[in-house]
C-alpha cells in the first residue's frame, strides 16, 4: 500500500480555491486557529483531541448547520445536517502525537487509523447502506490526511478482496481487531495506491498568530480545506447552478418586475395596478413612452403585443433590458479595472458623483465607451479619462431607442421606495428604509455586491456577495423565459454536454484533416505534431445552439474550446508561444487557470508573463466565438443576454496595450453579435436546398465575398466602417431572397399558366374555329384563369402571412456553413436546451403557428405533442452530415405516444451515441418534469450500441440501438440492461403476442355525450340501489389481483345506451372475462381479476375476453392483430400471466410508460396486447389454470394465497425458461 498526497491547493475545487473569503470569516478563523493552537497538549488523551477538534471546526464553520459529535466506534463524525439522524457526511479518526504506532504516515501508511477508516466506511457504505460520505480523516490534531470518499469507492469497496473480508467478518461475526489484523496483511500484498489530501496546521502558525494582515491569504488553503464546502462538497458562490436570490428579488424590484407562481410554475412580469412605482426604470419608461405616443412610431407594432397595452409592456421591457444590460457589463468593467489597478478609486465611474442623472448615463454609453478617447470632448475626458472605449455595439444605439427613447427620456428625479429586506445599509448598519432617487438606488445597490470574481484567492475585506457573468446569465434568463417555456440550464449539464460533444467532434475534424481513424479522444494528444494546423483545425468547427437563450450553452462551449487547446499543449501566443506553465480546466463550468504552483492566476499588465497569458486567452476566446458560436432566438431580449454574456467573457481577458503615445489602452472589442441572430428557428420561407447558384451568378457575389464582409463587419474598428459591411451584408440577403423567390414552385407555375393563357388567348387561328372549339378553348381560358387566381391568392398569402414575419433563414443567414457554391453544409454540433411548450399551450396564444408547425414537422408533430419535437427534427435538418446533436428535453420524449415517429426516425436515421435519464433528480428548479440528455449522430451504424445512464456520473450499460425497434412506440426505455435484453428474447421467442389471443376493451365513459338530446352525469347513472335492468358495476378501487370487491353499485346502462359519450357492446360486460385495473399497483403490479358475473364498469378498467366468432361481430382485432380462436386457452391461465412477477417486470421494463408518480403508471389496451404468450406447454398451462382457480375461490373467501402465488411464479419462470441469474434479476423488483 502506498500514499499518494496533495497540498490542498492541488485537491481543491479550481473554482473554490479562487473564490474571496471574507474579511469576517478569516478573523473568525484566525480566533478559533490561534485558540486551537494554544490548547493544544502533545500528551493529553484522544478524548480531550477530538474535543478540540470538534469545538474548532464547529464554531468556525459548522455549529448552525451540521452536527458534530462522536457517534459508535468512529472518533467523530460530521453530519450532512443539523440533526444527529441526518447522513453521515465526514468521519474523523482522532490519534494522539505521540500514538505514533497507529497513526498513519506517508512512509508507514498500513497503520491502525487506516484500518479504523476502512472498516468505518465500508459499516457506512454496505451494511447501513448509506452513500453520502464525503471524506475521511485521519488526524494526530497537527497532521490531517483527507482521502476523497471516491478514492475509497474506487480502490476500497470495488476492491474484492477488501470487500471479501469484510463480508467474512461480518457473516462469521468477528470482532474489529480481527477485522484489523487482518486488512493489515490484506495491505501489505495488495497493489493499492490511495490519494489523499496533507496538510500539517504547524505551518500555518506563524501566520495566525501574527497582527500582519498580508499574511492572512496564507491561512486561505487551510480555511478552505476544512471548510463544508470542500469537507461536505457544498456548492458555493460562484456556482453557475445557483441563484443570488437577494440580488435577483432587489434587481427585479428596481426594474419594476416580481415574481409570482401560477400552478406550479413561477413567472415574472409587471407589478399589479396599485403596486406599481412611478420610480422603477420599467414604469418610468412606460410613462414617457405613452406620454409621447411613441408606441404609434414604431415600424411593426405588432411584434410587441396582439393590443396597445402588450405592446406598451413589451417595449418598455426591451427597453430596460438592454439598458440594464449595459449598466451591468459596466459595472463588471468596473470591477475588472479596480482589479487591474489594485483598487484603486480613480477608476470607478458608476457612482452619483460622475452619473448625477439619466443624461450622463447617456453620456456615458454613446460619448465616452462609444468614442475613442482622441474623439472625446475636455468635459467628457476630465470625468471619465480612466473609462477605456469599448468599441462594442452594445454601446451603439439600437433600433428601437431610435423609434422610441433613450435613458435620457427618462423622469430623472422620481423616487422609488427600497424594497423590505433590501441589501442596503443606512450609516448604523441597520437595513435602510424609505425611498431613494432610481439612480442613487441602481448605483448603491450594486455597489453592495462584488462584481469582481476573477482573479486570484484574497481576502474580500467588505464582505459584499459576489455577483458573476453565470449568475447575471441565470437571471436574466429567469425574467425572458417565462413566456417562451425555456430555462435557465445549469452548469453542470452546459458543461457536460459541451464536453461530450465537443471532444468527439474535434477527433472527427483531426481524422477528416489528417485522414486518420482516430477513435477517441485520448488518443489525439501524441498524435499532434503541428500545433497550428492543429489550431486551424478546432477553429474550424461550426457549434450552434438554435434555442440560445441566455447563451449558457455558447459560453460553456467556449470554455470547453479553450480547455481541450491547453489539454491538447497547442495553445498559443500570437508568436506562436505555447503557455506551458498554466493549466486551464473547465471546473463547476468555469473556465480556470491556474500557474505551476496551482494558484490562480491573476493578470497584471506590468508583468510580460501575466500580459502574454492574458493577451492569448482574450484572442483565442474572439478567434473561437468569431469562427464557431452561432445562436439564434426568438426572443430579442434574449439575444441581447447571449451576445452579452460572450462579451463578459470576452472582457474576463481584456489587456491593455501601449498606444503611439506610450499611454496604455484597453483593447477593444469585436463585433460579435453577427453570430448571434433574432428569428423563428423553426419557421424559414426557404428550404435549406434551395439554388443560390442563380443569385450568385446574376449579382457576381461570391461565397467567400458574403464570408469576408461578415468577418470584416466582426473587426470594424468605427461605426461608418460596421455600417458600410452591414449594407453589403443585406444586400447579399436581400439578393439571395429575390432570386430565390423566384425559383418557387408556385411562382413558376403561375408565370407557365400566365404564359399558356396568353397564348390561349392570342392563339391566331389558321382556319375559322367551330362552335364547339371555340367553347372548348374558353373553357381552357377559364381553367387556366381559375388556376391563376388560386395560385395568385397562395402567393400573396405566403408573402403576407404574419407567421414569416419572425422567419428565421437558415440557408443563407450563416455563410460559414456554405460552400463555396453556396450549398449549405451544416453545423458540427448542434446543442441546447430548447424550450418545453405543449401544442395545447401554444394554441391559446398562437394557433396559426401550431396548424403551420404540424404542416412542415409532420409526422413527428402528432396528438398532444411539445414544442421540443420541432427543435429535434429542425436540428437533425441544419446538422452537416456525422454531425452531433445533444439536448436536453423532458423525458416525455423517450416514452410518450406524441415522440412516436421521432424515436422512429432516430433509431432508423441516426447513430444514438447516449441516452441519459436522471429519473427524479430535479435538474431545472421550476420545472416539475422529469428531463433527459440524448446525444446522436447524423448517421446511421446498423450495429450501433448506444449508452444508457441514469444520471451523468454513472458509467452505463451498452445495449443494441435496433433493440428499440422491438418495443411498443419504439419507447426508449432506460432502466434495461443486456441481461434484460436477454430475458425480452427469451420471453418473445416462439410466444404468441397476447393481442391475437384476446380481445381488450375498455369499459364505457358514464357521461352523456356532447350532442346528446339527454343530458347526464356519471353520478346521475351510478346508483347504491338496484332497480330491475340495472348492471352490476365496478370501479378500479374494486379490483385487485385475483378478487373483485364489489360494493353494491349499478348503472343504469340500457336506457341510456344510445346516450352515452362512448358506448360498448352488452357482449363486452356480459362474457367471461379478465377485468384489469388501467393504473397499476405499486412497482407497476397489475391489479386483475376473473369475472363471471357480468361486471358493468367505467373506462378506467378493461376488459379481456378470449375471441369467439360471437365476440368478432361486434369487435375486430386492431391494426397489426389477428384473431386466434382457441378453444384450449382459458382465461385462468392468461390471469395467471397477467398477476405474475414475471409480467410486472416484463411491463416495468419494457412497456410502461412510467407518467404517473412513484413507481406507479397507466396501463393502456396496447400494453396487454404487447405480453408474450407461450402456447407449448400444455401440461404448465392446465396446472397453471387450476390453481389459478383455487386462488379465485380461497380470496373470495378470504383466505391466505400467497404460496399458491409462489407456486404460480415459479411455474411461469419455468414455462419462460428462466435461468436462476434471470429470476434473480425479475425477483430484484420486489
Not at 432508423?908 to 433527459?932: H, M, P, S, W, Y
Not at 441481461?979 to 421467442?989: T, V
Request: aromatic share 12%; proline share 3%; charged share 25%.
Amino acid at each position: 500500500m502506498h500514499l499518494n498526497l496533495l497540498a490542498p491547493k492541488q485537491t481543491l475545487n479550481k473554482a473554490y480555491l479562487k473564490e474571496k473569503v471574507s474579511r469576517t470569516d478569516i478573523e473568525q478563523f484566525k480566533t478559533n486557529f490561534s485558540d486551537l493552537l494554544n490548547k493544544i497538549n502533545e500528551k493529553a488523551d484522544e478524548e480531550h483531541l477530538k474535543s478540540l477538534i470538534g469545538d474548532f471546526l464547529k464554531f468556525t464553520w459548522y455549529k448552525d448547520s451540521y452536527q458534530i459529535n462522536p457517534i459508535g466506534k468512529n472518533d467523530l463524525v460530521i453530519h450532512t445536517g443539523k440533526s444527529p439522524a441526518d447522513p453521515i457526511g465526514v468521519i474523523l479518526e482522532v490519534k494522539s502525537p505521540t500514538n505514533k504506532g497507529e497513526m498513519i504516515s506517508e512512509q508507514k501508511p498500513n497503520a491502525k487509523a487506516i484500518h479504523e477508516l476502512i472498516l468505518y466506511y465500508l459499516n457506512e457504505r454496505i451494511t447501513n447502506n448509506k452513500h453520502e460520505i464525503k471524506q475521511l480523516v485521519a488526524t494526530n490534531i497537527f497532521e490531517w490526511f483527507i482521502f476523497d470518499a471516491n478514492e475509497f469507492d474506487k480502490k476500497i469497496y470495488r476492491n474484492t478482496a477488501i470487500k471479501k473480508l469484510y463480508e467474512q467478518k461480518k457473516a462469521d461475526n468477528k470482532d474489529n481487531p480481527w477485522f484489523y489484523e487482518e486488512i493489515k496483511k490484506l495491505l501489505n500484498v495488495v497493489e493499492l495506491n490511495l490519494e489523499a489530501t496533507f496538510l500539517d496546521i504547524r505551518t500555518y502558525k506563524s501566520y495566525a498568530l501574527n497582527s500582519n494582515d498580508k499574511d492572512d491569504n496564507k491561512l486561505i488553503p487551510l480555511f478552505k480545506i476544512l471548510s463544508p464546502v470542500h469537507l461536505l462538497k457544498l456548492s458555493f458562490a460562484n456556482d453557475s447552478n445557483s441563484l443570488q436570490p437577494k440580488f435577483y428579488a432587489e434587481l427585479l424590484h428596481i426594474i419594476g418586475l416580481y415574481e409570482y407562481k401560477e400552478g406550479s410554475k413561477k413567472l415574472i412580469g409587471r407589478k399589479k395596478e396599485g403596486e406599481r412605482n412611478a420610480g422603477s426604470l420599467l414604469e418610468n419608461a412606460i410613462i414617457n413612452l405613452d406620454s409621447h405616443d411613441k408606441i404609434s412610431r414604431l415600424d411593426k407594432p405588432s411584434q410587441y403585443g396582439e393590443n396597445y397595452q402588450e405592446r406598451l409592456y413589451n417595449v418598455a421591457l426591451e427597453l430596460v433590458i438592454t439598458w440594464i444590460n449595459r449598466i451591468l457589463f459596466l459595472k463588471l468593467l468596473e470591477a475588472q479595472l479596480l482589479n487591474y489597478h489594485k483598487g484603486d478609486a480613480a477608476y470607478t465611474f458608476l457612482n452619483k458623483d460622475k452619473i448625477r442623472d439619466f443624461d450622463d448615463l447617456d453620456k456615458l454609453f454613446f460619448r465616452v465607451l462609444a468614442k475613442k478617447a482622441n474623439e472625446r470632448s475636455n468635459d467628457i475626458m476630465k470625468l471619465f479619462g480612466k473609462v477605456p472605449y469599448l468599441n462594442s455595439s452594445l454601446f451603439e444605439p439600437t433600433e428601437l431607442e431610435h423609434q422610441t427613447i433613450f435613458i435620457n427620456g427618462l423622469e430623472d428625479y422620481v423616487a422609488l421606495p427600497v424594497l423590505n429586506g433590501t441589501v442596503l445599509k443606512d450609516e448604523r448598519g441597520k437595513t435602510k428604509k424609505g425611498t431613494l432617487n432610481t439612480l442613487d438606488y441602481l448605483f448603491e445597490f450594486l455597489n453592495a455586491y462584488d462584481f469582481s470574481s476573477e482573479g486570484a484567492e484574497e481576502i474580500q475585506e467588505d464582505n459584499k456577495a459576489l455577483i458573476n457573468a453565470s449568475v447575471l446569465g441565470l437571471i436574466f434568463e429567469k425574467i425572458n423565459g417565462y413566456k417562451d417555456g425555456s430555462f435557465f440550464t445549469p452548469g453542470f449539464i452546459t458543461m457536460y454536454i459541451c464536453r461530450e460533444t465537443i471532444r468527439r467532434a474535434v477527433v472527427q475534424k483531426f481524422n477528416e484533416a489528417k485522414g486518420w481513424e482516430l477513435k477517441d479522444y485520448g488518443e489525439l494528444y501524441n498524435q499532434i505534431t503541428d500545433r497550428k494546423e492543429a489550431n486551424t483545425i478546432i477553429n474550424s468547427l461550426k457549434i450552434c445552439d438554435p434555442a440560445v437563450g441566455s447563451g449558457h450553452f455558447l459560453v460553456s462551449a467556449l470554455n470547453e474550446l479553450i480547455a481541450i487547446k491547453s489539454d491538447l499543449n497547442i495553445l498559443m501566443s500570437g508568436d506562436g508561444r505555447i503557455l506551458r506553465d498554466h493549466r486551464i480546466e473547465v471546473v463547476n463550468d468555469e473556465l480556470i487557470i491556474t500557474d505551476e504552483n496551482n494558484d490562480p492566476f491573476t493578470y497584471r499588465y506590468n508583468d510580460l508573463r501575466s500580459q502574454t497569458v492574458q493577451q492569448t486567452l482574450f484572442h483565442e476566446k474572439q478567434t473561437l466565438i468569431e469562427n464557431c458560436l452561432f445562436g439564434v432566438d426568438i426572443n430579442p431580449n434574449s439575444v441581447k443576454i447571449c451576445r452579452l454574456r460572450l462579451w463578459i467573457e470576452l472582457l474576463k481577458n481584456a489587456y491593455y496595450k501601449p498606444t503611439s503615445d506610450g499611454s496604455l489602452q484597453l483593447e477593444t472589442l469585436p463585433n460579435i453579435d453577427i453570430n448571434i441572430k433574432t428569428g423563428n428557428s423553426l419557421i424559414s420561407r426557404f428550404g435549406l436546398d434551395a439554388d443560390l447558384k442563380p443569385a450568385l451568378k446574376k449579382n457576381s457575389i461570391s461565397i467567400e465575398a458574403y464570408r469576408n464582409a461578415v468577418s470584416t463587419y466582426r473587426n470594424a474598428r468605427d461605426k461608418e466602417h460596421k455600417r458600410e459591411m452591414e449594407g453589403i451584408i443585406n444586400a447579399v440577403k436581400n439578393n439571395f431572397r429575390t432570386e430565390i423567390a423566384k425559383n418557387d414552385p408556385k411562382l413558376l407555375k403561375l408565370s407557365k399558366l400566365n404564359g399558356e393563357l396568353y397564348n390561349s388567348v392570342n392563339q391566331q387561328q389558321l382556319f375559322s374555329e367551330s362552335r364547339a372549339e371555340a367553347k372548348a378553348r374558353k373553357v381552357k381560358q377559364q381553367k387556366f384563369q381559375k388556376e391563376i387566381d388560386t395560385l395568385i391568392v397562395e402567393v400573396e398569402e405566403i408573402k403576407n402571412n404574419k407567421i414569416y414575419e419572425n422567419a428565421f433563414e437558415w440557408r443563407f443567414e450563416f455563410p460559414e456553413v456554405l460552400n463555396n457554391e453556396g450549398d449549405f453544409l451544416g453545423f458540427d454540433i448542434v446543442i441546447g436546451n430548447p424550450p418545453y411548450i405543449s401544442n395545447w399551450d401554444l394554441s391559446a396564444s398562437n394557433r396559426k403557428a401550431v396548424i403551420f408547425l404540424e404542416d412542415h414537422y409532420r409526422p413527428y408533430l402528432t396528438g398532444h405533442w411539445d414544442l421540443f419535437g420541432a427543435f429535434i427534427i429542425k436540428g437533425y435538418y441544419i446538422l452537416k452530415h456525422e454531425g452531433l446533436n445533444s439536448y436536453i428535453l423532458p423525458t416525455s420524449f423517450y416514452k410518450e405516444k406524441h415522440s412516436t415517429e421521432l424515436r422512429r426516425f432516430f433509431i432508423e436515421n441516426l447513430t444514438i451515441i447516449e441516452l441519459i435519464d436522471f429519473d427524479k433528480l430535479v435538474v431545472f428548479e421550476d420545472v416539475a418534469r422529469q428531463t433527459g440528455i440524448y446525444l446522436v449522430k447524423k448517421d446511421l451504424s446498423i450495429q450501433n450500441e448506444l449508452n444508457l445512464k441514469l444520471g451523468i456520473a454513472d458509467n452505463g450499460t451498452y445495449i443494441k440501438q435496433n433493440f428499440y425497434s422491438n418495443l411498443k412506440n419504439y419507447s426508449f426505455k432506460t432502466n434495461v440492461n443486456k441481461l434484460d435484453i436477454e430475458i425480452f428474447n427469451k420471453l418473445n421467442a416462439n410466444s404468441t403476442l397476447l393481442g391475437n389471443l384476446v380481445c381488450i376493451n375498455t369499459g364505457v365513459v358514464a357521461h352523456s355525450k356532447i350532442e346528446s338530446p339527454v343530458k347526464f352525469t356519471k353520478d346521475e347513472v351510478i346508483k347504491s340501489v338496484y332497480k330491475e335492468g340495472f348492471k352490476k358495476y365496478v370501479e378500479g378501487i374494486n379490483i385487485s389481483p385475483y378478487l373483485i370487491g364489489f360494493k353494491n353499485q349499478y348503472i343504469d346502462y340500457e336506457s341510456n345506451i344510445k346516450f352515452f359519450h362512448r358506448p360498448k357492446f352488452p357482449l363486452l360486460f356480459e362474457s367471461n372475462k379478465i377485468i384489469v385495473r388501467r393504473i397499476s399497483g405499486k412497482n407497476n403490479q397489475f391489479f386483475a381479476s376473473y369475472d363471471c358475473n357480468k361486471y358493468y364498469s367505467n373506462d378506467n378498467l378493461m376488459h379481456v375476453l378470449l375471441w369467439t366468432n360471437e365476440l368478432l361481430k361486434f369487435q375486430r382485432p386492431e391494426n397489426k392483430w389477428t384473431a386466434m380462436i382457441l378453444p384450449e386457452l382459458s382465461l385462468e391461465y392468461i390471469l395467471a400471466i397477467l398477476n405474475s412477477k414475471l409480467n410486472t417486470y416484463f411491463f416495468s421494463r419494457f412497456l410502461s410508460t412510467d407518467t404517473l408518480q412513484g413507481t406507479y403508471s397507466s396501463i393502456y389496451p396496447e400494453d396487454i396486447r404487447q405480453i408474450p404468450v407461450k402456447l407449448n406447454n400444455i401440461a404448465i398451462q392446465n396446472e397453471l389454470t387450476d390453481i389459478v382457480k383455487e386462488v379465485l375461490e380461497l380470496r373470495k373467501n378470504g383466505y391466505e394465497v400467497s404460496e399458491y402465488l409462489k407456486k404460480i411464479d415459479f411455474l411461469i419462470y419455468q414455462l419462460y425458461k428462466l435461468t436462476n441469474e434471470e429470476i434473480e434479476m425479475v425477483e430484484g423488483l420486489f
